[in-house]
């Protein structure tokens, strides 16, 4: 069974301050995708990263894919009030059915 | 254009009671999604559709869960009877064929008493 654990589980932190969230697996993912969701609403994809080793930014928000596709952070420097949410990280089989296997995500406040 | 149109956005039922969740998907979009996310954790996949047929329903606790896409189209997950441990967000999503980019309802919150 393929599961996806996030670290911090909860985050909280004052405007401005730098902050990196881990996802980790034992297995191998085709893909990674990062999710914000905030309260009341659905998960809204903000990045894919398919090649291992693969950076990719998002004005103050980095991701980065493991190099063995096994992992993946996203980064956020100068955090802003509006990053607050649930991040969740979701990895793609090789089965090519489009399922995504989610982790528990990581609730991040920030404080102005 | 259109996100996924997901209804009623909040339901109240009683232990033993049925209960059903209608979505409609982002036009153009040939699979459909069902997750369940139950407080403090990530979604977890009931049913994957494309088009009208089901794709993986392996997590669907198919005793009390039903779930159809008739037409290929809109979408209905019915619970009956429901029980304590089904109270959760239950969202739809939806994306071009197997595209790894789904696109997500608001959810409907499910309160069981």
């Known amino acids: 069974t393929q599961l996806l654990e996030q670290s911090p589980q909860f985050l909280s932190i004052q405007e401005g301050e730098n902050l990196t969230v881990y996802c980790n697996s034992s297995?191998?993912?085709?893909?990674l995708q990062w999710y914000r969701q905030e309260p009341g609403e659905g998960p809204v994809l903000l990045v894919t990263?398919?090649?291992?080793?693969e950076v990719k930014k998002l004005k103050r928000l980095t991701f980065q894919f493991g190099d063995a596709r096994k992992d993946s952070s996203l980064h956020i420097t100068a955090a802003q009030p509006g990053d607050t949410g649930l991040y969740l990280c979701?990895?793609?089989?090789?089965?090519?059915?489009?399922?995504?296997?989610f982790g528990q995500g990581t609730t991040l406040q920030v404080k102005p | 254009e259109a996100g996924v149109a997901q209804s009623p956005r909040y339901k109240i039922i009683e232990k033993r009671q049925s209960v059903a969740f209608w979505c409609n998907p982002i036009?153009?979009?040939?699979?459909l999604y069902w997750y369940q996310q139950i407080l403090g954790q990530g979604p977890k996949l009931l049913i994957q559709?494309?088009?009208?047929?089901?794709?993986?329903d392996s997590q669907l606790p198919k005793d009390r869960f039903s779930a159809e896409r008739l037409k290929g189209v809109d979408s209905t997950l019915k619970i009956q009877p429901a029980k304590l441990e089904d109270s959760a967000v239950y969202l739809c999503?939806?994306?071009?064929?197997?595209?790894?980019?789904?696109?997500f309802g608001p959810g409907t919150r499910l309160t069981v008493t």
């Open positions: 999503a939806s994306s071009l064929w197997t595209a790894r980019e789904q696109y």
């Open positions: 297995s191998v993912f085709s893909s």
């Open positions: 990263v398919v090649t291992g080793g």
């Open positions: 979701a990895g793609g089989g090789s089965s090519n059915t489009g399922k995504l296997i």
């Open positions: 036009s153009g979009h040939a699979t």
């Open positions: 559709f494309q088009n009208n047929g089901v794709v993986d």
